[in-house]
């Protein structure tokens, strides 16, 4: 694909992912200072099992595709011509890899979405928090190709969605929220639906599937109906069914509603991993916590307009996001003439 | 708590007149003919004061106990949505006698009832023929629509709480096919009998059955008391006021046991494998395909319009038979119409995907595979059916000569329609029955753009395959080549609009698949 020359040859990939999948702290202070420890894991050989054990991808479903051999982080990271150990952060990717601009909706006289711009880097963890009916699910099915847009465009790697939606979609895995599924396959039946439709072959799919329901725990379910399945079950061959085609960016909305804890946990650990692996996610929700604990960045979207957007620490600014989102949303209405509800009528 | 209900019954109807105008106009439409339906009967049941006590006890006691009937089996069959389901109520603890009341008295705030009311009122007019008839009449309006609404009530109910889970609708095509054995058994009896000579005495037979069964008690007591059978016409009032008190309780029952019982889920049966994904190769058109297959075979809706396709033939048969068409003839009708109908089945397959198209968006797939897929079932079904009606026809009609035409018939219109289904599913997809909905059930809004669209999608298949049809129906009385030369139409211009068809609606698909999500969604 991209030959840019002043990229260096292979190793960087495998580098960049080996790093990621140590813990954050320790990874600047490797990073130079202890070249000895790095140089196996960057061999070629190693660089397809070393990071991904904990990856629900299967190695033969990662090396057929070939855009994923490209180097997500195209940023120069030659550790070693570099001469001391300077002890910078991570450098922060320079790919835009998702770039709203100036969306507009509207839905007769209310104005669902009020212009918004929005760039998310290759390898983000991208929050979108607001309340109920701030224009969230409005924004990204713009995004994902499902709503027409009345004014704006959106490239997902350099793609615009509107003018070349086949090519824009490949790279998109969606969970949208609230539209059915096609609930009348069987799980294993959605899934192999889902994949075969973005091209994947029969073989790779079948090992996708049960790798995926490894990974989300529903093997028992796969021979069910996802009609008959539970909110939290469906949401995750829902979540499943996006990410099968192991895509660039995933573009999730509230995924983590109606899931229990245990599933959340798992699939906040198959995301961080996919996010070290160069992967982009964009998630919805309204619960702060959770973006807060989850995201490294995040936008806050009020009235169909973005307050904040930018890393979490700099949106936060010291508090927690919930206050800082509560700061930006205009204040909590202070709860007044409820006295009736503490004296009850029985 | 009765007045509360009626006051919400009211505000309920009168919300519904203020939703968007299309709407409104489809349920002034609605309305209009209900009551000019009524109307109707009214007219003719005060026509009938003019005639004999005997001949007018007939057409009124069948035609009552069939209205009746009606109140009982169209909930059954077509599963009303029911906005004052008992168990909506559960949750705020009122007493179960005055809820049932309640209910049953604002179930009166409705056009069946006004309906109802009317005809009530009009065989008053019919039987005001000596006191004992008008004094029965008086007291049979009231218990006329009671009786009614209570049917329907309690058949609802019965439906509602019958059919509650999802597996149980999905099963609901055995309800299907149990009506049409039931119309198979009337067919027979029609074709049997001799209209011409027999006909008064079947009304006769028929109205004697009727006036005894609870559903036609209540319309026969007057008429027996001006006929001067008074013995009778007590007896027969008697019987439908026992059946309005049972009905009474059996819905007071139900209300009772509704409001502790809430739907439950079923645990589905496990299927193993990929089941029909198995078949083909992996291309996008052909997993579509399988998935409509699959869908097929496992959805109620489907279903439903399979049974209906057998079935329809041979109603529209019903009216030659009695006005004395020859067999022969007769055998020509199914083929056509069948094919026809196959044909037509697909036209709004879009939306019966509902919000689930919006996994073919986003994966970016495109509109012709989407139509390829469609249009895969309805072939499957459709030509080897076609072949053997096709076949039995030609033996029925008594020369195998007329088999090329009646091939040509209906595979050009099956494939025609076809064509036409997938551009018209792209372009014009109208709100349909949920996925899960009983398939009986009316979707949540109808426009009359969606009847506009079934009518015209039937006209311009036979339009466009009136060649066909022409050559065909030279076979039938000139001797020479056409009946080979229909065959020779029918299948090139079948399988040439099959395919522009496709590439046309596949254009349109990909142009117009947001807009068609976006109709998903507020359907």
């Known amino acids: 694909m991209d030959s840019s020359p002043d990229q260096a040859p292979a190793p960087r990939t495998p580098a960049k992912r080996t790093t990621a999948a140590k813990p954050a702290a320790s990874r600047a202070a490797t990073d130079a200072a202890t070249p000895a420890r790095k140089v196996p894991a960057r061999s070629t050989t190693d660089r397809s099992t070393a990071p991904r054990s904990t990856a629900p991808r299967s190695t033969t479903a990662r090396t057929q595709t070939p855009r994923t051999q490209t180097p997500r982080t195209p940023t120069a990271r030659s ?73 704006g465009r959106v490239l997902v790697h350099g793609v615009d969605v509107w003018h070349d939606p086949v090519a824009a979609k490949r790279n998109m895995g969606v969970l949208p929220d609230r539209l059915r599924l096609f609930d009348r396959l069987t799980g294993a039946q959605l899934l192999f639906y889902s994949g075969t439709l973005r091209g994947l072959n029969e073989e790779t799919v079948r ?70 692996a160069g992967g982009t996610v964009v998630v919805s929700s309204h619960s702060m916590d959770l973006i807060q604990r989850i995201c490294d960045h995040v936008a806050v979207v009020v009235h169909g307009a973005i307050l904040d957007s930018g890393t979490m620490a700099s949106v936060r600014k010291g508090k927690t996001l919930e206050d800082r989102f509560v700061e930006l949303a205009g204040g909590r209405t202070s709860v007044e003439g409820m006295s009736w509800l503490n004296s009850f009528s029985d | 708590m009765v007045e509360q209900l009626l006051r919400l019954k009211l505000r309920l109807l009168g919300n519904a007149f203020r939703r968007s105008p299309w709407r409104i106009v489809a349920l002034v439409i609605g309305l209009g003919s209900a009551l000019g339906m009524a109307l109707v009967v009214v007219a003719g049941l005060i026509g009938l004061r003019f005639e004999s006590a005997s001949a007018a006890s007939r057409g009124v006691e069948v035609f009552g106990a069939l209205l009746v009937l009606g109140f009982v089996l169209v909930p059954l069959v077509f599963g009303v949505d029911d906005v004052l389901d008992p168990r909506r109520f559960s949750l705020y603890g009122i007493p179960t006698s005055s809820l049932a009341t309640a209910l049953a008295v604002s179930a009166l705030l409705s056009i069946p009832a006004v309906a109802m009311t009317l005809i009530g009122l009009a065989q008053i007019v019919t039987w005001a023929r000596n006191p004992l008839a008008l004094v029965l009449a008086i007291i049979g309006a009231p218990v006329i629509v009671a009786t009614c609404l209570l049917c329907s009530r309690v058949s609802i109910s019965v439906a509602g709480a019958a059919l509650s889970s999802r597996r149980s609708r999905d099963s609901a095509g055995l309800l299907g096919f149990a009506a049409l054995a039931g119309f198979v058994i009337v067919f027979v009896l029609i074709y049997r009998t001799n209209w011409l000579q027999d006909g008064a005495n079947v009304l006769a037979t028929t109205a004697n059955v009727a006036s005894w069964s609870p559903f036609g008690a209540v319309w026969a007591a007057p008429a027996d008391a001006a006929q001067g059978h008074f013995g009778l016409a007590l007896l027969r009032e008697l019987i439908a006021l026992v059946f309005l008190g049972l009905l009474w309780l059996a819905w007071r029952t139900l209300v009772k046991v509704m409001l502790v019982t809430q739907p439950r889920s079923s645990e589905g049966r496990s299927y193993r494998g990929l089941g029909l994904f198995r078949i083909a190769r992996v291309s996008p058109g052909a997993v579509i395909a399988e998935r409509s297959l699959t869908y097929w075979i496992r959805d109620a809706r489907y279903h439903a319009s399979l049974i209906v396709i057998p079935v329809i033939p041979f109603l529209l048969m019903v009216p030659f038979l009695i006005i004395g068409v020859p067999t022969p003839v007769l055998a020509l009708i199914p083929v056509p119409v069948m094919a026809l109908f196959l044909g037509w089945l697909v036209h709004n397959d879009t939306a019966y995907d509902n919000t689930a198209i919006w996994l073919h968006l986003a994966s970016g797939t495109t509109g ?30 008594g020369s195998f000569g007329i088999l090329p035409a009646l091939l040509g018939v209906g595979l050009g219109l099956l494939f025609t329609g076809l064509g036409l289904s997938s551009v018209g599913s792209a372009r014009f997809p109208y709100p349909a029955v949920r996925p899960g909905d009983s398939p009986f059930a009316a979707p949540q809004s109808v426009g009359t753009a969606s009847s506009l669209i079934q009518s015209l999608s039937f006209v311009v298949t036979i339009i466009l395959s009136s060649p066909t049809l022409l050559f065909a129906g030279l076979a039938l009385f000139l001797p020479g080549p056409w009946a080979w030369l229909s065959l020779l139409s029918g299948l090139v211009l079948g399988v040439l609009f099959l395919w522009l068809g496709i590439q046309w609606g596949g254009r349109i698909f990909d142009r117009r698949s947001p807009e068609i999500l976006s109709a998903s969604v507020r359907n």
């Open chain 1, 79 to 151: 550790t070693s011509d570099r001469p001391a150990p300077t002890r910078t952060p991570r450098p922060k990717p320079v790919e835009t890899v998702l770039s709203l601009e100036g969306l507009v909706k509207r839905f007769g006289d209310t104005i669902a979405v009020a212009g918004i711009d929005l760039a998310v880097e290759s390898g983000s963890f991208y929050g979108i928090v607001g309340p109920n009916g701030a224009g969230k699910t409005t924004t990204l099915s713009m995004v994902t190709g499902l709503l027409r847009p009345d004014a």
């Open chain 1, 207 to 276: 090992t996708r599937t049960s790798d995926l329901a490894g990974a989300f725990g529903f093997e028992d379910a796969l021979g069910r109906l996802v009609a008959d399945y539970s909110a939290g079950m469906t949401k995750k061959i829902a979540l499943a069914a996006a990410m099968i085609h192991s895509p660039r960016v995933l573009i999730l909305d509230e995924p983590f509603e109606s899931v229990d804890p245990v599933s959340a946990a798992n699939v906040t650990q198959i995301l961080r991993s996919y996010v070290d």
């Open chain 2, 368 to 397: 012709r595979a989407d139509r390829v897929g469609r249009v895969v079932p309805p072939l499957v079904v459709g030509v080897p059916l076609l072949l053997l009606a096709a076949i039995l026809s030609a033996a029925v009609y």
